[in-house]
């Protein structure tokens, strides 16, 4: 059942445990060549699904039993499920895999049994709606499940999700149980101004996903918006709420939440809620938003991955009322530590799983159509965001001319740093821009610290001001400082530790590194100040304020 993944046998030179180096399928050799177009730093295999992974992290544990089930191998999935639910009887997931093995053994009493323990142990309904859809059919055709599907009439399986809101727009995104016509009501809460509303449809082609934009808003007004379903009234959440940003370079106090590394974990999962307490205008997912490491053409295991997240109540309080602006890191587009080459074709499945990705965030359109990717910018008054990706046209770094970006999108970004007329303009790369942060790899800027250079230096060169590095990656919180000859240094806040399990060890030479619990960034920008400032603080799970850094304007020029 599983479709094909690209998880060839791997060529090129020999690699020992722990050791990197060029890995990447047959077909990612081409003649003349010995280096791989597409490939990773790591072996090109199934490591990720193994027994140790599953042991060591929550996130392995449903998808080694789910790639059981695709396989085939029910009783095998069951297994492993028991196993688990043995040491953890509340453990929702295992009990959730545990319905499915049972429907397709033919056990329909086990089945409904094991669906019941997942919903008491907290596993909401619409996970056994959200999918894989093809793999539940034996579940959700007992007559018990029937039953409680008509009882609770579920319409909206994930969402509402806000993203890509301007001055005088939102856009809005979700998925639902079929495919239907949905109506978004947007009622502004000053009295003043028109009522507002955006209609589009989900479609099974996109995996019953949509995305409506909703026009002619107010700027800086707070809004209660609805959400419908073929006509009928959502239930998603009863008071939905969403401000629109305000004009471009109106001065204002903005505050910008960011991270990556978002494995999902329930007992991390609450930091959603705890991010939604820091009452941000945005949020920014910074790569390794969910983690699949299976690279092909995206299948039942990729929508499995994100209905874990999507189908979480704490994350969706969250985006219903905080747009998110999302980038892909190495776990998102196909394992670690990838590059995926400089074609737009090739490998066959990367604009495939670029599709994929865009189906399941709310994001701005794609920027360049003839070379899609997943770059764009957002402006919030006088405050500009870019937002990069490093991995769609990332080549072999291992090969002499290399680039991380590529270059349409190295030319986008340097064409719209020169002409932003911003106070603050940050640079959200899901990769560290310090050279040392990960030893020995070549995974993050140090690898391509020509092109590195060049992007700095062309900061110099155009007396570009006010600019903040943000970075992700690393499983801890970060704050480096990137020296420049002649020119101001350039900050940079990372924070790669959303919901993961696993850390990485503190980094002595930066001038700050915290991995003592789950954390994220917030962003505070005052530009109503004489002198505007940008203050950063981490903040860890529990809402506690770990690290303060305050940065003035006249700071940030030469």
């Known amino acids: 059942m599983l479709a094909a993944a690209c998880l060839a046998a791997v060529s090129g030179r020999a690699q020992t445990e722990g050791e990197l180096g ?9 003649p003349g060549n010995p280096h791989p177009y597409f490939g990773s730093e790591n072996p090109w295999n199934r490591r990720m699904f193994g027994q140790r992974p599953a042991d060591l992290f929550y996130k392995r544990r449903g998808q080694r039993q789910l790639l059981a089930l695709l396989e085939g191998d029910a009783e095998q999935a069951a297994n492993w499920a028991l196993v688990r639910l043995a ?33 008491h142990a907290g596993l909401p309904f619409e996970r056994f709606l959200s999918g894989p859809r093809e793999l539940l059919q034996p579940l959700a055709a007992l007559p018990e499940f029937a039953a409680l599907r008509d009882q609770l009439s579920p319409r909206l399986i994930h969402g509402p999700m806000l993203g890509d809101m301007g001055a005088d727009h939102a856009q809005v995104w979700v998925r639902t149980v079929e495919a239907s016509k949905i109506e978004v009501e947007a009622v502004p809460l000053d009295g003043r101004s028109p009522v507002r509303r955006a209609r589009f449809e989900t479609t099974a082609e996109l995996d019953f996903s949509g995305t409506g934009r909703i026009e002619g808003l107010t700027p800086d007004t707070a809004y209660r918006y609805r959400v419908f379903v073929d006509g009928v009234l959502s239930s998603a959440g009863s008071e939905l709420n969403f401000r629109t940003f305000p004009s471009v370079n109106t001065p204002g106090i903005h505050r910008l939440a960011f991270g990556g590394c978002a494995g999902y974990t329930p007992l991390h999962e609450k930091i959603w809620d705890t991010i939604a307490a820091s009452r941000p205008d945005a949020l920014m997912m ?8 299976l690279p092909g053409e995206p299948n039942d295991f990729h929508r499995y991955t994100y209905a874990q997240r999507q189908s979480r109540p704490e994350f969706r309080r969250l985006v219903a009322g905080t747009p998110v602006y999302a980038i892909w890191d190495d776990h998102d587009a196909g394992m670690d530590d990838l590059w995926l080459g400089p074609y737009v074709d090739r490998p066959a499945w990367k604009q495939a799983n670029l599709d994929f990705f865009l189906m399941n965030w709310s994001n701005p359109p794609v920027q360049d159509l003839a070379w899609p990717g997943l770059w764009h910018k957002w402006r919030i008054g006088a405050v500009e965001v870019f937002m990069l990706d490093a991995r769609s046209y990332r080549t072999n770094p291992y090969e002499t001319s290399k680039t991380m970006l590529g270059p349409v999108q190295k030319r986008w970004l340097l064409e719209a740093l020169r002409n932003s007329t911003a106070t603050f303009k940050i640079i959200a790369s899901p990769v560290n821009w310090v050279l040392g942060s990960k030893e020995g790899s070549r995974d993050t800027w140090q690898g391509f610290p020509e092109e590195r250079a060049e992007l700095f230096d062309f900061l110099s060169a155009h007396h570009i001001e006010g600019v903040v590095l943000l970075s992700s990656d ?22 790669g530790y959303l919901t993961n399990m696993h850390t990485h060890d503190t980094a002595p030479d930066a001038l700050f590194s915290y991995n003592a619990k789950n954390a994220f960034g917030l962003l505070i920008i005052d530009t109503t100040k004489a002198d505007p400032e940008l203050t950063c603080e981490i903040r860890n799970i529990d809402g506690e304020v770990v690290f303060t850094r305050v940065l003035k304007r006249s700071e940030l020029a030469r």
Do not use: C, K
């Open 474 to 495: 690393r499983h801890r919180s970060d704050v480096w400082i990137n020296e420049r000859e002649g020119d101001y240094p350039l900050t940079e806040f990372g924070s």
């Open 22 to 30: 060029e890995n990447g399928p047959s077909e990612a050799y081409e």
């Open 87 to 119: 040491a953890d009887s509340a453990d929702q997931e295992s009990w959730f895999m545990l319905a499915i093995a049972r429907a397709w053994q033919d056990l329909p009493d086990e089945a409904w049994s094991a669906a019941q323990h997942a919903m």
């Open 286 to 293: 910074l790569g390794d938003n969910v983690y699949l490491d």
